[in-house]
């Protein structure tokens, strides 16, 4: 991710929307570590397996919180909340 010359442009949603990428990009590596911790035949496989279980719970939280966090902070939120937000059905 290449931040701009000038970081006084950024705004709070542009920053919510860079967290995206490196969430993902966490998860994606737990989920590799997941694999890997299946694979060691001893006790330190379920070590493995329960921390890697932790980062990705804190992952999905941190995911559901940059959600919020995009939708408070929406340029078009207004829009958004009255007409329904792209992807999401109806309740």
């Keep these: 991710m290449k931040l701009p010359a000038d970081d006084s442009a950024r705004t709070t949603f542009d920053v919510i ?3 995206e990428a ?3 990009r966490a998860a994606d590596l737990s989920l590799a570590l997941l694999r890997i911790g299946a ?3 001893d006790d330190d496989s379920a070590i493995v397996c329960t921390l890697v279980a932790l980062v990705l719970e804190n992952c999905r ?3 559901r919180l940059r959600g919020d966090a995009f939708k408070l902070t929406h ?4 829009h958004f909340e009255k007409a329904g937000w792209p992807g999401e059905r109806a309740a």
């Design 17 to 19: 929307g860079d967290m």
């Design 22 to 24: 490196p969430l993902h």
């Design 39 to 41: 694979e060691i035949d």
């Design 61 to 63: 939280a941190a995911q």
């Design 75 to 78: 340029p078009r939120r207004e």
